[in-house]
Every structure is written in C-alpha cells, then in structure tokens.
C-alpha cells in the first residue's frame, strides 16, 4: 500500500471518528438537525465554507480558469462568495429568529403545508444529484492514488459519510466540516506555495501569464449574459437548504450572521487560490485535453509526497464536506416536512431513528445516481436551476413581507419550474434562469394582487 493512500485512509478514519464522538450528544431530532442550535462562530464559519467549496471549486474553477483566464471566475468563486455574504447580511437574522427546525418551516407557517411540501419536492432532486455529482468526484479522486475500481472507491466515499452523519447529524458534520476546512486552507496553500517557488517568485510567476489572460470587462459578452452567470449561483445559494441549516444552527442571531459573513469571505479568499494556481501554471502545463486536470496535474508533478498527501485530503475533504451537509438538510426536510406530515409519528425517539433512516435511503440513491448517470453536471444544473427559480421569489416576498398567499407562491413557483425548463432546456434564449426568476416574481404579484382584491370584495 503507497504512503499517499495509507495518509488518506487515516484521514478517511478520523471523519468517521469525530462522528462516532460527536453521536453521543444526539438525543433529540433537534439535537440531529440542528445541533441543538449549539453552533459558536468557528463552527458556524467552517460549516459554512467547506460545505459550498465542493469538488467544483478546484477542480471546475480551475478548469475554467485555464481556459477562459479570469472570465472564468465569474461564478465561483466570486458568485458564489457573494451570494453567501447575501444570506449573511439580509437573511440570517431574519431566519434564525423563527426559530424553525428546518428551511421549509418558512413556509409552511408563511404561506400553507401545501407551498411547504411543494418547496421540498421543489429543492430535493438538485440535492440529490449535486451529493451524487460529489460522490463519483471522490470516486475519480481515490482511483488515482489506488488501485480499486471506480466503484468500489465510491463505496467507500459513501459508507463514510452516511456512517458519520447518521450518527452525529449536523453536530458531527460541523465539527467535520472544521477539519475538512482547514485541510482545504492547508493543502491549497501548500500547493500555491511550491507553485509560485517553481516559478521562480511572485512577480516572476505573473509575469509568464499571458496579459490577456488577466484582463476581462464584465461587459466583454454582455451584461445579460453575466447577469444569467451570476444569477444561477446567488439564487441557488440563497434558498440552499445546505447554508439555511448552518444559520438555523447557531447559537444566536448574531453568530448565525458574523459565522455565515466570514464563512462567505473565507471562500472568496481560499476560492482565488485554484484561480492563481491555473492562471500560472498554464504556461508550465500547456495543451491540456481536459483543462479540469490543471490543478492535479500541477499537483502530482510539482508536490513533494508530504504536501501531496495533504492536497489530496483537502480534495477529498472538499468533497466529503459538500456531500454530507446536503444529505442531512435534504433528509431533515424530506422526512420532517413531508413523512412525518403525511405519516404521523408517535414519539421523538422513533422521529430521530426515522430521520436517520432517511438520510441513508437518500445517500443510497445518491450513490446509484452516481454509479449510473453519465453526464450528472448537466442534471445538477437543471434541477438546481429549475427548483430555485421559483423557490427564491417566494423566500424574498415570504421573510419580508405579508403581501401574497398560498395562491400567489404556488403560481410563482409553478411558472418558475415551468419557464427554466422551457427556455433553459428547449429553446437558444441567453438567459433562461433570469427570466424564468422574473417571470416567477411578476406571476407572484399578478396573483397576489388578485388575492387582495378578493379578500377586499369579502
């Protein structure tokens, strides 16, 4: 067995122990969900910022960026980063103070159990296939430096997330989430490190980047076409149920806005590292087929075996730290939202096993999504984007105001699913996400307007 693969193996251990740990303080489905909204800022920073920079924000970001320069930063990690710092600064305290165990509570006291069970079927399947987008990413990771079979590789990834966030629920996915974090920090700064020394220095590195490289206008392809960019990643941000719970979860308002805020800015920081890495490193590996290799193929090559080991666990951690929060959020909603409205049960400890078991049943069909699909990234994007559309526009009216009804959110998000997946799946239009939001924000008032009327006539 080679010593990168015995260090990632330790480290694979580690997880699952801090699970096992953490597991003995669960006693309650608040306790699982929630951690017993127990979350200090460090808790609540970490979990914030290794659950959104999955396996995408190296390896995607610095594909991207290899082939596009900084134009390819647009979205992650600058989109991203912003729409973070949005939930932190407009939404957090607003959230936290409903006091809900989960994102759907929102909308069931808000608007009606029907627009709550709508919003959770709405959300689930961008979930499901985003942890199953991660899941094959860990497997196509762990086959390099071993010699198992891709799914024997992604067996493992998922035996040890469900392992330790059934046991410890969000606590333990926190506490994860603090060492998977620091992993990411520790092997990117490693790797930008040697990067910059084999370049000869700072200066010296930038000045082998082709200029052009370096300059983009955000109006170079339209400032529709950014708007659609940076829509899809802040949208789908706001109403992820992966951030939501993170808030939900800390101790006080005030940790649950200053953890998310400097979660938000840590990713923008620790996400800009692959984007220097790929914009020096494309003169030292030019031609790439594949511009996602970029960043591994700079590690692999330029990483003494040490460093290495840690680079590969911040890969891994990056991918463990996405996979695991979006199962238990979107286990905590499927089953407190929908099961348990629909199949009522009769005491707390019997909600608690059943929770759980909804964890694992998602993980395993996350796992056969990524055994069996073929092109998943293109089904993250549409049923990420489909669910969102609708869901964002009911979440600003609903929080904020007290205008529009049952009535108005349904109809929003019916014409937010129905236009994204019209425009953004049919038809050549250059900004399907954007218009299907504002579609879904115009029906929203249409209605809503009706419904005040016809209260006024009563």
């Not at 600058?78 to 006091?99: D, E, H």
């Not at 920090?185 to 000869?200: E, F, I, N, R, S």
């Not at 990643?233 to 308002?253: F, K, M």
Request: contains cysteine; neutral net charge; hydrophobic residues 55%.
């Amino acid at each position: 067995m080679n010593t990168v693969l015995i260090g990632v193996l330790l480290y694979v251990v580690v997880q699952f122990a801090i699970g096992v740990w953490v597991s003995r303080s669960v006693k309650t489905v608040s306790d699982f969900v929630v951690g017993g909204r127990t979350l200090g800022i460090a808790l609540v920073t970490f979990s914030v910022y290794a659950t959104f920079f999955g396996a995408e924000a190296i390896v995607g970001t610095g594909g991207a960026v290899y082939e596009n320069g900084l134009k390819g930063a647009a979205a992650d990690p600058f989109g991203y980063g912003i729409a973070i710092l949005i939930v932190a600064f407009v939404f957090a305290r607003t959230l936290w103070a409903k006091g809900h165990l989960t994102f759907a509570d929102v909308f069931r006291d808000r608007y009606s159990p029907a627009v709550e069970r709508l919003v959770v079927l709405a959300l689930l399947p961008g979930s499901i296939f985003w942890a199953a987008a991660q899941i094959r990413a860990f497997g196509q990771v762990f086959t390099t430096i071993s010699p198992i079979t891709l799914m024997a590789a992604m067996s493992i990834g998922t035996l040890v997330v469900v392992a330790y966030s059934a046991l410890g629920g969000l606590l333990a996915d926190a506490w994860t989430d603090l060492v998977q974090g620091i992993a990411i920090v520790v092997g990117l700064v490693l790797l930008a490190v040697v990067v910059t020394v084999d370049q000869g220095g700072l200066i010296s590195a930038f000045g082998n980047v082709d200029t052009e490289r370096l300059q983009w206008s955000p109006a170079a392809d339209g400032w529709l076409a950014l708007l659609e960019t940076l829509a899809v990643p802040i949208c789908g941000t706001i109403v992820a149920v992966e951030i939501v719970s993170r808030v939900l979860a800390a101790r006080s308002a005030t940790v649950a806005v200053r953890g998310t805020a400097l979660g938000g800015l840590l990713y923008i920081v620790v996400g800009l590292i692959p984007v220097y890495v790929a914009l020096i490193g494309a003169s030292a590996v030019p031609g790439l087929d594949d511009p996602e290799q970029i960043i591994s193929k700079i590690a692999v090559t330029r990483l003494p075996t040490l460093a290495y080991i840690v680079f590969i666990g911040a890969m891994i951690s990056a991918m463990l730290s996405t996979v695991d929060t979006i199962l238990l959020a979107s286990s905590a909603q499927l089953s407190h939202n929908l099961l348990f409205r629909i199949f009522p049960v009769a005491s707390p400890a019997r909600e608690l096993l059943l929770t759980r078991l909804t964890l694992v049943a998602l993980t395993l069909i996350a796992f056969v999504l990524a055994a069996t699909a073929t092109n998943i990234k293109e089904l993250v994007e549409t049923a990420s984007a489909a669910g969102s559309s609708g869901v964002v526009v009911i979440t600003v009216f609903g929080l904020f105001t007290r205008f529009g009804g049952t009535r108005a959110a349904i109809a929003a998000m019916v014409v937010g699913v129905g236009g994204w997946l019209l425009l953004g799946t049919i038809s050549d239009w250059p900004a399907p996400y954007v218009t299907a939001v504002a579609a879904s924000a115009l029906t929203y008032l249409v209605v809503a307007f009706g419904e005040a009327r016809a209260t006024k006539k009563v």
